[in-house]
């Protein structure tokens, strides 16, 4: 199977490439694919090496799927090319999401949904799908009325940049005399600004939250977030609060979670056991603790989430809806 990688040389284009040889997923030929100043250059690949190429050389290579990290612009005007030749497209950008002809999936959640019919498939953003891989078993359970949440999200989020910047402040570069990402310095701060500032007060990186909840999980959920950047390189944390429907068993409620596919429960607070983001590098795993109800309503749970946002929040979830396109027969070996 050839499998093209759009924006193999940036951050979550390098972890696919990682994650599809850790997952040995079955490629024949991988089309590592960048912009015109990366072109090339040679990604080693299963003991093979493969020269960088640009879009329209991929394209007529005809993959049988491609895999995009490349940007919205470029999701918009390269995905419909890949598609028409019959590629399987799996687009890590935000431009296909709220698309009502595109499907946006977490495999273990709504993967059901998925017909050969479709040729453009969407990836949630990373802070959406460590929060609904937690939520979605406990909707089922209880039904979901409310989420007030805030993230806690690594500068990895925003690149090689961002983790250049961090690194020069840390090093004693004096603000202002660098190419910065982020409009303050990252390092010893944390800003509560992710994405552009919409005309609500909310930034673009918040109301992906909310509108991809609605689309993955359902539309009656009033989500509440806040978007944070922080100093961290190893993955993104969030305090999520989840107010029922129903009351719940807390003992159950944990219970659910511990037989939750991709999640993994770590909470003892005696021993200060609980996730944080050196735990979850390098993982594909959800990790949820401090499990406790909300003493200011009845039926209220507060929880702490922290996945590897490269990985489950990119490239692993992006490959996984690609494995399930192999299982259901939709994409061919």
Known sequence: MKVAVIGATGLVGTKIIEVLDERNFPISELIPVASEKSAGKIIRFKDVEYKVCQLA???SQKPALAIFSAGGEVSKEWAPKFAQTGCRVVDNSSYWRMDTT???IIPEINSDVLTENDYI???PNCST???LLVAAPLHRAYTIKRIVVSTYQSVTGSGYKAMKQMQIERTGGEWGKYEAVYPYPIDCNVLPHIDSFTDNGYTKEEMKMVNETHKIL??????SPTTVRVPVTGGHSESVNIEFEKDFDLHDLVNILENTKGVVVKDDVKHNIYPMPVHSFGKDEVFVGRI????SIKSGINLWIVADNLRKGAATNAIQIAEKLLEKGILQK
């Not at 359902?218 to 989500?223: D, E, G, K, L, N």
């Not at 406790?292 to 003493?295: E, G, K, N, V």
Request: net charge positive; with cysteine; charged share 25%.
């Open 102 to 104: 595109k499907k946006l």
């Open 121 to 123: 498939i969407a990836n």
């Open 218 to 223: 359902c539309s009656s959920i009033a989500v």
């Open 57 to 59: 050389c991929a394209v």
């Open 129 to 131: 799908i460590q929060m």
């Open 292 to 295: 406790r109800r909300d003493i």
